[in-house]
């Protein structure tokens, strides 16, 4: 899968089962992402096993818009999985619905996404010493190589380092400042239905 396009959205779908239940599960699993294959937009799943049988499932499915993964969710064809899904032992399920960059923050709760700026500021500064570090060391071991193959290293490099360490990293650090605008809003909304 490449790249996140800006309008793109991502479900995430968390489920913990019941013993005896992982068999059975991961049959409907390729049962649903066959179905989900076949909408527009369709940008595939990552499929997170769990470690221990009482860790939880993780399906991440990707769709290129918003309006596509919405066509996905109402569907007739997802009902009638989620009506095979009644038939299989789920202790417990979480859903959360993450567009673009957001799925690159921890979200907490009822945590909503924070705004595309602070996205850009993050990163920003997650990348900045990456680019630095990358221009003093390995720049330079990998001038002997063609420039379209040295960067292709390069990334190879710092792409993982980033999604995996750094921004988990940043996301924690910066969590109260992520979440400072988002959770205004939502605190005010809610105090406005009072």
Same mark, same amino acid.
């Given at each position: 899968?490449?790249?996140?396009?800006?309008?793109?959205?991502?479900?995430?779908?968390?489920?913990?089962?019941?013993?005896?239940?992982?068999?059975?599960?991961?049959?409907?699993?390729? !049962? @649903?992402?066959?179905?989900?294959?076949?909408?527009?937009?369709?940008?595939?799943?990552?499929?997170?096993?769990?470690?221990?049988?009482?860790?939880?499932?993780?399906?991440? @499915?990707?769709?290129?818009?918003?309006?596509?993964?919405?066509?996905?969710?109402?569907?007739?064809? !997802?009902?009638?999985?989620?009506?095979?899904?009644?038939?299989?032992?789920?202790?417990?399920?979480?859903?959360?619905?993450?567009?673009?960059?957001?799925?690159?923050?921890?979200?907490?709760?009822?945590?909503?996404?924070?705004?595309?700026?602070?996205?850009?500021?993050?990163?920003? @500064?997650?990348?900045?010493?990456?680019?630095?570090?990358?221009?003093?060391?390995?720049?330079?071991?990998?001038?002997?190589?063609?420039?379209?193959?040295?960067?292709?290293?390069?990334?190879?490099?710092?792409?993982?380092?980033?999604?995996?360490? @750094?921004?988990?990293?940043?996301?924690?650090?910066?969590? !109260?400042?992520?979440?400072?605008?988002?959770? !205004?809003?939502?605190?005010?909304?809610?105090?406005?239905?009072?």
């Amino acid at each position: 899968m490449g790249a996140e396009k800006p309008g793109a959205a991502t479900m995430v779908f968390a489920r913990r089962l019941e013993p005896g239940q992982h068999d059975k599960y991961e049959d409907w699993l390729g !049962r @649903v992402t066959r179905a989900t294959s076949d909408f527009a937009g369709y940008g595939g799943t990552t499929l997170l096993r769990p470690a221990t049988p009482r860790d939880e499932y993780t399906a991440i @499915v990707h769709f290129d818009t918003a309006e596509h993964l919405e066509l996905w969710m109402r569907s007739d064809e !997802r009902k009638r999985c989620l009506k095979d899904l009644e038939t299989i032992g789920v202790e417990s399920e979480a859903i959360s619905s993450l567009a673009g960059l957001d799925h690159w923050v921890s979200l907490k709760g009822n945590m909503q996404p924070p705004p595309q700026w602070k996205m850009a500021v993050l990163i920003l @500064v997650g990348l900045y010493p990456l680019v630095l570090l990358d221009a003093m060391f390995l720049s330079p071991t990998l001038a002997i190589l063609p420039w379209p193959l040295a960067i292709l290293v390069s990334l190879s490099i710092s792409v993982p380092i980033m999604v995996w360490i @750094v921004l988990p990293m940043l996301s924690k650090l910066f969590g !109260r400042w992520l979440s400072s605008d988002s959770q !205004r809003s939502v605190s005010v909304a809610s105090n406005k239905e009072d």
